[in-house]
């Protein structure tokens, strides 16, 4: 696969790259896992933050605050 980016990202990219001794194709690499692995967890939490509304298992507000102030004073 090929991706074209602009020539500014482009000269970043190589710029990082040559800072820690690695290609512009690896950090590309490493840096496209690491993005879809924290969008692939962050819409995992999504689905379990809308599952746990629907069965009613959530905290208002108000209870969000009052926790944070109990645990702010111990």
């Known amino acids: 696969m090929d991706v074209h980016v602009t020539g500014e990202l482009e000269a970043k990219l190589t710029h990082s790259a040559a800072k820690q001794g690695r290609t512009p ?14 969008e692939a967890r962050f ?24 926790r944070l102030h109990r645990f702010l004073k111990t």
């Open 43 to 66: 819409v995992e939490a999504v689905n379990r933050g809308e599952e746990s509304l629907q069965r009613g298992a959530y905290l208002t507000h108000e209870q969000v605050g009052q």
């Open 25 to 38: 194709d690896e950090l590309a690499q490493d840096v496209l896992a690491h993005y879809l692995e924290e």
